[in-house]
């Protein structure tokens, strides 16, 4: 697979991509600026059709340990501004039907251990201001109906062990800023349906390890502004891409 980079005065810059990476029509648009995306270990990824995502600002991205996420349907995500956001390991985390997520100002949340979390019906959820949350053990959640809550700014939280909730549908979230999320370890996270998603800024991310990553259907991609390109993929395997995978960033 072959990337290629426009720039403004130097025209398209390609960079190819091991022969494991299936796709089409992998194409970033316009000037990037010193992107580091480090992938150190990715196993068994696979995207069926991604459209329309757009990421405005997207700087320093890392993760360590990502096994088993599977997500069926993504429809127009949006990320604005996310800063400092560190996940080590997130393993089986299944989510059927998110839409229309906004997150305006998360800061400083921390969470350790998370498993086995099922939320089937969660509508319309506005959180404005949330300030030093610290949960330890949490198990055995399952939430069926919430709709209409409101968080506007949320700081400091902290959760350790979170084990046994599900969320099935959950739609109309909206977060300003989020800053300093830290996720040690989440396992068996499946999202199915995931529409209408903004986020502004997204700052020093780091996956260390993917693995087994299935996605079905991501629509509406569109990226902005992403800096410090350099993008380095130790070890991918198995990764399929069915449909279109079309990165392009708007004016």
């Known amino acids: 697979m072959i990337i290629e980079i426009r720039n403004n005065q130097e025209g398209y810059t390609k960079y190819t991509i091991p022969e494991k990476i299936e796709a089409e029509d992998c ?7 010193q992107l580091r995306i480090y992938v150190l270990t990715v196993e068994s990824i696979r995207i069926e059709t991604v459209e329309k995502i757009r990421i405005e600002t997207v700087e320093n991205i890392h993760i360590q340990t990502v096994e088993r996420i599977r ?3 993504v429809e127009n995500i949006r990320i604005k501004t996310v800063e400092n956001t560190r ?6 985390i299944r989510i059927q039907t998110v839409e229309n997520i906004r997150i305006k100002t998360v800061q400083n949340i921390r969470i350790q251990t998370v498993e086995s979390i099922r939320i089937q019906t969660v509508e ?11 949960i330890k053990t949490v198990e055995s959640i399952r939430i069926d109906t919430i709709e209409r809550i409101r968080i506007q700014t949320v700081e400091n939280i902290r959760i350790k062990t979170v084990e046994n909730i599900r969320i099935e ?3 109309r979230i909206r977060i300003q800023t989020v800053e300093n999320i830290r996720i040690q370890t989440f396992e068996n996270i499946r999202i199915e349906t995931v529409e209408r998603i903004r986020i502004k800024t997204v700052e020093n991310i780091r996956i260390e390890r993917v693995e087994n990553i299935l996605i079905q259907t991501v629509e509406n991609i569109h990226i902005e502004t992403v800096e410090n390109t350099s993008i380095r993929i130790q070890t991918v395997e198995n990764i399929l891409i ?10």
């Open 27 to 33: 194409v970033l648009q316009n000037t990037f600026r």
């Open 87 to 92: 996940i080590e390991t997130v393993e089986n």
């Open 169 to 171: 549908t959950v739609e």
């Open 71 to 73: 997500i069926q349907t």
């Open 242 to 251: 069915q449909t279109e995978l079309r990165l392009f960033q708007c004016v």
């Open 124 to 134: 319309n959820i506005h959180i404005q201001t949330v300030e030093r949350i610290r």
